[in-house]
């Protein structure tokens, strides 16, 4: 049986910032931001605190904490594995990091036709 594809992960400063916000604030969650006022960044909330609906898409979690994006944006995004990093900055304006001087990032990278293949999408 083949490893499962993950949509999104994390480096392992952005997992060591997840734990220090979730010290602070309890249990998180993020939504990648499709645009508008903090452009594309991925955002983080305590648990809760953003209503999710059933036009949002569960990529996976980070650490036990679950990351959602529109369902719309997903559709640009499918064929792409998203990596959530920290960079110094100011983070976005309703984001847990702001204010701490470090911002989550997203990079990403394109999955290969074998991943795509796996995940059951087309290459």
Do not use: K
């Amino acid at each position: 049986m083949a490893t499962p594809i993950e949509r999104v992960t994390a480096t392992p400063a952005a997992l060591a910032f997840i734990g220090e916000l979730r010290q602070r604030h309890g249990p998180l969650m993020f939504f990648q931001s499709g645009g508008c006022c903090d452009g594309s960044a991925p955002m983080c909330y305590p648990m809760g605190e953003f209503n999710v609906s059933d036009t949002d898409v569960c990529l996976g979690s980070l650490d036990g904490t679950p990351f959602y994006m529109g369902r719309e944006q997903f559709g640009y995004w499918e064929h792409t594995q998203l990596i959530i990093d920290v960079v110094a900055g100011n983070g976005g304006m309703f984001s847990l990091d702001n204010g701490t001087g470090r911002r989550f990032l997203t990079r990403s990278r394109l999955f290969t036709d074998a991943e795509c293949a796996q995940l059951g999408i087309a290459g």
